[in-house]
């Protein structure tokens, strides 16, 4: 029985010292990618929220509380998100056939890559209609 001799050129634990070097790498990119996916989710959520609220003020001249209808409006449709931490402005020049009506909002974020906050900001959105 021939035993093998090893020898310095023995390349065996190699392939298991590169996977040990880049499976880190590639999981920080990974859930990389995962947290920019929830973000992009986030800021369209919070765009359809205002346009929806903008939407409902230029509808909504001849209700009693014309703002606050697109303000629940804005909430409501804004289902994906924290509703305590969702901020959302109206304003309009006037409630007169014509004039405009802006919906700001504004959502905090935090990109957070294995237990460290890399990036944390506000997303803001804002859409300006014409009252019918």
């Known amino acids: 029985m021939l035993r093998r001799r090893h020898t310095l050129r023995d ?71 924290t509703p305590a931490k969702l901020v959302v402005t109206v304003t309009s020049t006037g409630w007169k056939h014509g004039d405009s009506v802006t919906v700001d909002a504004s959502y905090p974020y935090s990109i957070n890559l294995l237990g460290v906050v890399v990036k944390k900001g506000t997303l803001k959105s804002k859409t300006t209609e014409r009252v019918e």
């Open 11 to 81: 390349e065996r634990g190699q392939t298991m010292v590169e996977f040990a070097l880049v499976v880190p790498i590639l999981c920080v990119v990974l859930f990389g990618i995962f947290q920019f996916g929830a973000l992009y989710n986030d800021y369209v959520t919070l765009t359809d929220a205002t346009r929806v609220g903008a939407r409902k003020g230029a509808v909504s001249r001849h209700e009693a509380d014309p703002a606050g209808a697109a303000v629940t409006a804005a909430r409501n449709s804004a289902s994906g998100l």
